[in-house]
C-alpha cells in the first residue's frame, strides 16, 4: 500500500515557478515508478512527467519539456516537480501517482493516486 499527499500548489502569475511536493507512506514506495499528471477544467488527466523507481531516468511531456523537473528522494519518501516560466496553459489539479511505465514514458498503469493539488496560473 502506498499514500500519496500532494502539496505546493496555488495561484501564480505567468512567468513564475513552482515546486509541487508528493509525500509518500507505506514501504512500497522505493519499488514504485511515480509520475505527475494533471486535469484541466474540461480535459482528460494528462502525463507531465514520471521518475523511475532509483530516479536514474526521468521523462517528461513535450508541453513541460524544459521548463519542468521531477527528482526523488527515496530515503525521505518524497518526489518533487519543479516548474518555471508558467503559463496559463499549465493550470490544472496536479496529481502524484505511483505505478508501472508501459510501452512509452507516458503510458502508465497506476496503482495509487494521490488527492491532488490545484495549480493556477494567472496572464
Known amino acids: 500500500q502506498v499514500q500519496l499527499v500532494e502539496s505546493g500548489g496555488g495561484l501564480v502569475q505567468t512567468g513564475d515557478s513552482l515546486r509541487l511536493s508528493c509525500a509518500a507512506s507505506g514501504h512500497l514506495f522505493s519499488s514504485y515508478a511515480i509520475g505527475w499528471f494533471r486535469q484541466a477544467p474540461g480535459k482528460k488527466r494528462e502525463f507531465v512527467a514520471g521518475v523511475s523507481w532509483d530516479g536514474g531516468n526521468t521523462y517528461y511531456a513535450d508541453s513541460v519539456k524544459g521548463r519542468a523537473t521531477i527528482s526523488r528522494d527515496n530515503p525521505n519518501s518524497a518526489v518533487y516537480l519543479h516548474m518555471n516560466s508558467l503559463k496559463p496553459e499549465d493550470t490544472a489539479v496536479y496529481y502524484c501517482?505511483?505505478?508501472?511505465?508501459?510501452?512509452?514514458?507516458?503510458?502508465?498503469?497506476?496503482?495509487?493516486w494521490g488527492q491532488g493539488t490545484q495549480v493556477t496560473v494567472s496572464s
Open positions: 501517482a505511483a505505478g508501472v511505465i508501459g510501452g512509452h514514458y507516458s503510458d502508465w498503469d497506476v496503482d495509487y
